[in-house]
Nanobody, 123 residues
Framework: QVQLVESGGGLVQAGGSLRLSCAASGRTFSSYTMGWFRQTPGKEREFVTAINWTGHRAYYANSVKGRFTISRDNAKNMAYLQMISLKPEDTAVYYC????????????????WGRGTQVTVSS
């Protein structure tokens, strides 16, 4: 069992930066692929980025490539999402998620979810 808690969301102007954190409980954190997803009202939750258990493989949605960076610290049971050059269309609730075994970009593959943190980008 893994529990995930996101933090770091907030209100930022377009062009600004935010760093989201995801704190995970559980002794097997290092064996999980970690992902970040986001959702806006009336839309499906969408993939943003994921990182494999070693931190050596990362995947990004085209919409965030070059602006967002995922990372993890297995010693601290933490995952991070550094966001720069934020745009109003990045406004969403951001969710941290974890899954066992192979990497995935799909929401249905993830076993554990946090409750989300709101990111609002003003124009």
């Amino acid at each position: 069992q893994v529990q995930l808690v996101e933090s770091g969301g907030g209100l930022v102007q377009a062009g600004g930066s935010l760093r989201l954190s995801c704190a995970a409980s559980g002794r097997t954190f290092s064996s999980y692929t970690m992902g970040w997803f986001r959702q806006t009202p009336g839309k499906e939750r969408e993939f943003v980025t994921a990182i494999n258990w070693t931190g050596h493989r990362a995947y990004y949605a085209n919409s965030v490539k070059g602006r967002f960076t995922i990372s993890r610290d297995n010693a601290k049971n933490m995952a991070y999402l550094q966001m720069i050059s934020l745009k109003p269309e990045d406004t969403a609730v951001y969710y941290c998620a974890a899954k066992r075994d192979s990497d995935s970009l799909y929401t249905y593959d993830y076993d554990y979810w946090g409750r989300g943190t709101q990111v609002t980008v003003s124009s």
